[in-house]
């Protein structure tokens, strides 16, 4: 029988080899210990530190565990990969309030087999937590670490430690020794930054569809923006690279359980100035989970300022088979890298290596075929919507009066109309990567946010028809009474049909020019000009194709005095057109901008009217005439088209209504009320025929009633700079876009097409009340 004082010298022996504490030297020291012995002898050595070696009341103070590890011994990352233990640490203290421990960035470890594959610690590391003095706190503060861990070699040994001290309160903080207080800031310097924080990189996150599946691999996409546009003066701006050439050691994910991530390529990011895109594999196991979580981790990345490292966290949905939808293409997944040993090949692209291999030359010719070819149909239905329509009518028309002429005379006039629409959005194009460069962002439509603007255009309207009415002709003088000056003629006119066709256009959004404009004004210069190229093809293909036909004008009526009605028709469209265009003045600047608006459009009457009066003069009086009629014009403009903006709240409707603010609908999904989320503007066409066609349908309203949706407008009308932010976060350039968020998916709102239908607006609703009130 084993007496009590052998058994309590064995016990005491036990607890030697794994733990030894001792006494602390300074203040600061909390206390120090050894553990995960191997042979006797202890392999990692910890320490309990404080920055300050006397804390006040209601200060702050930063508490930390130092590991240091003996050569080739490490411990292991909150997610320690495929294989090993995580470490575990808790602070606690009656008089301290501790904020979550941040990670530093680990390192990548390898078996020697090198197949298995782990993330952690080596030699020395310092955990950090930052903790609030208790106002209460006196005399001195117990701090107590419960520390649990795996340190491995070949072999692995188990640590556990109990680590406390006492820290000294006084009226005033006295802070560590200078090298305890550099060991802190050095380790604070090296934590990965987190979105938002000054200086910290950007991310955009995708994922091709609305949530992972058991037993399915999707792709998705993590954007990682240096910088957007290009740095102001002296600045410079590089690349964002893989740590060390190895993007195996640059991303490091929070484990999710039975969800598999594999980094596969590091690729430039074609929409900025300088960033990357890491291409990602995400497989689910077999077993059926249904839930959200998030997808968290650190990504430790070289840039021109150095070592970078960066915390993300994004939304992830998991769903049984049959539940996920696939989404509409994110610009972060076109060109994607679905091939790790493509993905090398991207990686030494992006770290500007050579390579011969055509892998990495940026995005494969389909994706942009496809973005081209969603231009080019954008451009296509745009003819079909109300901003263009009374133009396009006036084409049609002219196609008519042409029905009888050569074919040579058909394609000159469908040139000159191709020609002013292709100036016109090359015009654009050169004015959106100018204000770019300059460091101003602008939207589809964005032209129309201004009254001026959206004044001359109605201006120009009223002209057209005034002609089409027979108040004026455009005339000209003797010696251009050959065929060849009225060809000339005919030609500049449809020329400026294509220009004002362009301006009119801009105001909609058509199915898939969203995606397309999307993706354009988030890209460098080359693709944006690319991207109006073809929606000016599309624009112009329907009087094109009429116009090079010859069997399509056979379709076509016979010229005769019903044209001279007809035109007078499209004459009303016209000045329609321009009512619109000055409701748009008005939401902008209120009924003094209407008044002014109106004011000029006198202006423009009466100069034209002057104009008239030296018509039929000599050619000095007809130069005369000209000079005045302009000066008219000139100096009544100067004075009238003065706008101050009148925009407050968005103008509310019938339903109980709200300002968009990300903030707001965040406060409803917390209060488990579903959201619907309409970004408008007044000048957007498509926009006010959804309201008005769907959104102010009774059974719409009452869904929204029933549902207790929160109702919020974002307005785009004067261009506000955040919800331009908010509409590029989801491809968009412009407006209208529509989101129906869900208490049950918080962060994974449903859009919906620039298109509304009634049913597909109410299967959106329905989807998104919680399941209890379904």
């Known amino acids: 029988m084993i007496g009590l004082r052998p058994l309590l010298a064995l016990v005491l022996s036990l607890s030697a080899a794994l733990t030894i504490v001792a006494a602390p030297a300074k203040a600061e020291i909390l206390a120090e210990g050894a553990s995960a012995f191997e042979s006797g002898s202890p392999r990692v050595k910890l320490t309990l530190l404080s920055d300050q070696e006397q804390v006040a009341p209601s200060g702050k103070v930063r508490i930390g565990v130092q590991f240091k590890l003996d050569p080739d011994w490490h411990i292991y990352f909150r997610n320690p990969g495929e294989a090993g233990v995580s470490t575990e640490i808790d602070l606690h203290s009656d008089d301290l309030a501790f904020r979550a421990m941040r990670w530093p960035v680990p390192e990548r470890f390898l078996d020697p087999s090198g197949t298995i594959q782990t993330y952690g610690y080596d030699r020395e590391v310092l955990f950090i937590s930052e903790a609030l003095v208790g106002a209460e706190a006196r005399d001195t503060i117990a701090v107590r670490a419960s520390i649990d861990f795996l340190a491995c070699k070949i072999d692995c040994i188990p640590g556990k430690l109990e680590l406390g001290g006492e820290l000294p309160v006084g009226e005033r903080s006295m802070p560590a020794a200078p090298e305890i207080r550099e060991l802190f800031d050095e380790a604070e310097a090296a934590l990965p930054m987190e979105e938002g924080d000054a200086g910290a990189l950007a991310l955009e996150w995708a994922l091709e569809k609305t949530a992972i599946v058991p037993g399915e691999t999707l792709r998705a996409a993590i954007g990682i923006i240096r910088c957007a546009h290009p740095p102001a003066g002296e600045e410079s701006c590089g690349e964002v690279l893989a740590r060390e050439g190895d993007l195996s050691s640059s991303f490091f994910p929070d484990r999710i359980s039975g969800i598999r991530f594999e980094p596969v390529g590091l690729r430039k990011h074609p929409n900025v100035f300088a960033g990357s895109i890491l291409d990602l594999k995400i497989t689910a196991g077999p077993s059926a989970v249904n839930e959200r979580a998030t997808f968290s981790g650190i990504l430790a990345l070289e840039t021109d300022r150095g070592p970078e490292a960066i915390e993300f966290k994004f939304p992830l949905e998991r769903t049984v088979e049959g539940e996920a939808r696939e989404r509409s293409m994110s610009a972060l997944l076109a060109g994607a890298i679905d091939d790790p040993g493509e993905g090398e090949a991207r990686a030494v692209e992006s770290s500007g290596g050579a390579s011969s291999d055509s892998k990495g030359s940026g995005a494969p010719p389909l994706s942009l075929a496809l973005l081209l070819g969603l231009a080019f149909l954008g451009g296509?239905?745009?003819?079909?919507?109300?901003?263009?329509?009374?133009?396009?009518?006036?084409?049609?028309?002219?196609?008519?009066?042409?029905?009888?002429?050569?074919?040579?005379?058909?394609?000159?006039?469908?040139?000159?109309?191709?020609?002013?629409?292709?100036?016109?959005?090359?015009?654009?194009?050169?004015?959106?990567?100018?204000?770019?460069?300059?460091?101003?962002?602008?939207?589809?439509?964005?032209?129309?946010q201004s009254p001026i603007f959206a004044s001359l255009l109605a201006a120009v309207l009223l002209l057209f028809a005034l002609n089409l009415f027979g108040v004026f002709q455009i005339q000209v003088g003797a010696s251009a009474l050959s065929a060849e000056a009225d060809k000339r003629d005919g030609l500049t006119r449809s020329f400026l049909e294509g220009v004002l066709t362009v301006i009119l256009a801009t105001p909609c959004s058509a199915p898939f020019l969203g995606t397309a404009i999307g993706f354009a004004f988030t890209s460098e210069a080359t693709m944006i000009f690319l991207v109006f190229a073809f929606i000016a093809l599309g624009l112009a293909a329907p009087y094109v194709l009429l116009s090079l036909i010859p069997a399509a004008t056979r379709f076509l009526p016979k010229p005769g005095e019903w044209m001279n009605k007809l035109q007078q028709f499209f004459a009303f469209l016209l000045l329609g057109t321009a009512i619109w265009l000055l409701f748009v003045v008005g939401e902008v600047a209120g009924v003094m901008g209407v008044t002014r608006a109106l004011i000029f459009l006198l202006i423009v009457g009466f100069s034209l009217w002057v104009y008239s009066l030296f018509r039929d003069k000599s050619r000095a009086l007809r130069y005369?005439?000209?000079?005045?009629?302009?000066?008219?014009?000139?100096?009544?403009?100067?004075?009238?088209?003065?706008?101050?903006?009148?925009?407050?709240q968005p103008t509310q409707r019938s339903l109980s209504e709200e300002a968009f603010s990300e903030s707001a609908v965040a406060e409803h999904l917390r209060e488990g009320r579903p959201v619907f989320v309409d970004f408008t503007a007044s000048w957007c066409i498509t926009c006010k025929a959804n309201e008005r066609l769907v959104l102010s349908r009774s059974t719409v309203r009452d869904a929204l009633r029933a549902g207790d949706f929160a109702f919020l407008i974002g307005d785009y009308t004067d261009g506000d700079e955040t919800i331009r932010k908010f509409l590029f976060r989801y491809g968009k350039a412009g407006v209208p876009l529509y989101l129906v968020y869900s208490p049950e998916r918080p962060d994974e709102p449903e859009i919906l097409p620039e298109i509304l239908t009634e049913g597909l607006v109410l299967d959106a609703l329905a989807r998104a009340l919680p399941k209890s009130n379904r």
């Open 380 to 448: 296509l239905i745009l003819n079909v919507l109300p901003c263009v329509l009374p133009v396009i009518s006036l084409k049609v028309f002219g196609l008519i009066r042409l029905a009888g002429e050569s074919k040579a005379k058909r394609v000159s006039h469908a040139a000159a109309y191709t020609g002013g629409i292709f100036a016109t959005l090359m015009g654009l194009a050169i004015i959106v990567v100018a204000l770019r460069t300059a460091g101003t962002e602008v939207g589809w439509g964005f032209q129309l």
């Open 624 to 648: 005369a005439g000209v000079v005045i009629a302009l000066v008219f014009l000139a100096v009544g403009g100067a004075q009238s088209l003065r706008f101050e903006s009148s925009l407050g």
